[in-house]
């Protein structure tokens, strides 16, 4: 089994989804609304937003 790099997640201000990198070296923002999706920890983010699927 492959561990999946990227994640589909939903936004909980504006509903929008979008695909994010699972180990981000910079804090991720809704491209609608610039809410803070992910946040880097140095290894896997800290997800702020619910998780949808992995892609």
Request: with cysteine; proline share 4%.
């Amino acid at each position: 089994m492959m561990a999946s790099k990227f994640l589909r997640v939903k936004c909980r201000k504006c509903k929008n989804e979008q695909v994010v990198f699972e180990r981000p070296s910079s804090s991720i923002k809704c491209l609608v609304c610039e809410e803070v999706l992910a946040e880097p920890t140095g290894g896997k983010a800290k997800i702020k937003t619910d998780v949808i699927s992995k892609v």
